[in-house]
């Protein structure tokens, strides 16, 4: 437990460090809209993300990242330091916060949400994909860097989530002696705090879309509760796009039309398609500040933003390549390169289709029928009732949203515009691509919130008055409703062991046996695809191990396939 705690204190310094320096320079004369906890977190990430993938490039993620890291941001603390008491400048921590004054109940919500989210954390990784890739990413990462062809090694580790880099730089095994995997419980905390913070349930201005959207971020966390202590993937990409699409709800609803706010959301955007790529349909949003650029005629806009997106992208790009050979995997749309390092294109088509097949609850390839009768009714069937219940909403609410699409539209209220049409494109996205509630389940919340939300503030179609005050006991009814089982987590204390107070438990490890491959051994799992962390290197793809060529003397210079 105070590793975890540990774990987080630096995560959160080091992301306020670099991340109000970034928003405090590029948008100095936009404090008082930007300059929150909030904006300097999710920036601080991105950017450490961007650095740990740039990083990975020449060597490993591990002591010397992190001291380069930390040595940078002391300058950074002692620049402030230096100019708000030796200067006598005044320079706020938070000048958008000036004179905000949080109620007891929120700081009571966020002591709480602290306790019970640390406990989630300190506990083994649970989610399956962490035994099966997930672990063995990360160890790449904090080992290599970034290899050569590593998906013929293992298929699952051409996914290439900047996540893997970003938690590598905070696992700190090079300090503590154990690789953590605290990241996603961090995400969630902050998710939790920018929530309770924030979050109006009552009041004339409440219950809008935004509040609805930071009421289904709370659901989604502890919706997740079991996998905070995992690596994967899902929880910083879906959490990424909770927060753009709030962000973005909350400026429309201020009547904001600065494209510059808007444009680093879609920054924002660029980056959750690096952690995942289902999240590339928000990348839409950029329309609309392209859209005000262009009114405004402020070509240099235009260009620092794609700037910025292109030096978010970049890395991830080129560890894409360096892992698979493909631009993006695994998609064979966009083929430009032809290293010898390259992945079997069958290869490729297999796991492509393993995805559809799995979030589709399909079995074999024989059962595979891409037409939507032949798919949708068993998809449907298989989901259980609270899952179809959601999809039947998300069904009802589709019509009503493109109503107030075109409404919206019609008015000129771009910005309502691209946020409905985003919600809608990233439920189509995930439909068509790998619909499992896994993956995308809340971008059906997302649609009934915006749905509900848009109505309580048009007063359309009942709800004023009576609604609104259903809608609010709905909205708590449901937040209790999850709440209680995320609490329930403080009477498994007396259970726990004396050493989980001090350290986090160590990834899983299940039996495993080494398999030879010319010079090299590598670990492949004695039943199932499951192996861990510490059975390194490792693959439970046995077609692949059984094609595996080295391209050197040693696994620094990657892997072929025969």
């Not at 809008?208 to 690596?231: E, G, N, P």
């Not at 699409?405 to 494109?425: D, Q």
């Amino acid at each position: 437990m105070l590793t975890v705690l540990f774990s987080w204190v630096v995560i959160c310094a080091a992301s306020l460090l670099f991340g109000k320096a970034i928003v405090d320079s590029v948008y100095k004369n936009r404090l008082e809209t930007m300059g929150r906890p909030d904006v300097y977190i999710v920036t601080g990430i991105l950017f450490l993300n961007v650095y740990a993938q740039f990083f990975s490039l020449f060597y490993k993620v591990a002591g010397i990242a992190c001291t380069i890291l930390g040595a940078a941001g002391m300058i950074l603390f002692f620049i402030w330091l230096y100019r708000r008491f030796y200067r006598k400048k005044d320079i706020r921590l938070f000048p958008g916060c000036a004179g905000v004054k949080p109620s007891p109940w929120r700081i009571l919500a966020v002591v709480l949400c602290f306790l019970l989210t640390l406990l989630w954390t300190t506990q083994s990784p649970g989610q399956y994909d962490t035994g099966l890739y997930h672990a063995q990413a990360i160890r790449w990462v904090e080992e290599y860097g970034v290899v050569p062809g590593l998906g013929n090694l293992h298929m699952r580790l051409a996914y290439n989530s900047a996540f893997m880099c970003l938690q590598a730089l905070f696992s700190l095994g090079w300090l503590l002696g154990q690789s953590l995997h605290s990241l996603n419980g961090f995400f969630c905390l902050a998710a939790l705090v920018y929530a309770a913070f924030t979050v109006r349930l009552w009041g004339e201005k409440s219950l809008r879309v935004s509040d609805l959207l930071q009421c289904v971020t709370v659901v989604y966390v502890m919706q997740k509760s079991y996998d905070l202590a995992s690596s994967g993937t899902d929880i910083e990409a879906m959490l990424l796009i909770l927060y753009i699409l709030t962000k973005w709800a909350g400026f429309w609803e201020e009547g904001e039309k600065d494209g510059a706010l808007y444009g680093f959301l879609c920054v924002l955007s660029v980056y959750a398609v690096t952690v995942k790529l289902s999240a590339a349909s928000t990348v839409l949003l950029a329309l609309y500040p392209l859209y005000l650029f262009i009114k405004e005629k402020n070509g240099k806009a235009v260009t620092a933003h794609v700037a910025a997106g292109v030096f978010v992208l970049a890395p991830w790009l080129i560890r894409n390549v360096i892992i698979s050979g493909y631009v993006v995997y695994p998609y064979a749309g966009i083929d430009l390169f032809h290293p010898d390092w390259k992945m079997d294109a069958a290869v490729l088509y297999e796991d492509s289709l393993d995805i559809k097949m799995f979030a589709r609850g399909l079995r074999s390839a024989a059962e595979y029928d891409n037409s939507l009768t032949g798919w949708v009714p068993g998809w449907f069937l298989s989901q259980n009732m609270g899952n179809r219940i959601v999809l039947l909403a998300g069904v009802i609410c589709i019509p009503v949203l493109l109503y107030l699409l075109v409404r919206s539209f019609r008015k000129r209220e771009y910005a309502l515009t691209a946020l409905i049409s985003a919600g809608l494109v990233n439920l189509a996205f995930w439909f068509f691509s790998a619909p499992h509630m896994r993956y995308g389940g809340p971008y059906i919340y997302i649609l009934v919130v915006m749905t509900l939300g848009t109505l309580a503030g048009s007063g359309r179609m009942g709800f004023s008055g009576a609604g609104i005050k259903i809608l609010r006991i709905a909205a708590v009814a449901v937040l209790l409703f999850y709440a209680l089982p995320y609490g329930w987590k403080v009477t498994e204390i007396p259970q726990m062991e004396a050493k989980a107070f001090i350290r986090q438990p160590d990834y899983l490890a299940w039996p495993a046996t080494q398999y030879p491959v010319e010079n090299v051994h590598i670990w492949m799992p004695d039943e199932g695809d499951l192996i861990g962390y510490f059975a390194f290197p490792a693959t439970s793809q046995k077609k692949q191990l059984e094609t595996l060529v080295l391209r050197g003397e040693s696994f620094k210079e990657g892997f072929q396939h025969e």
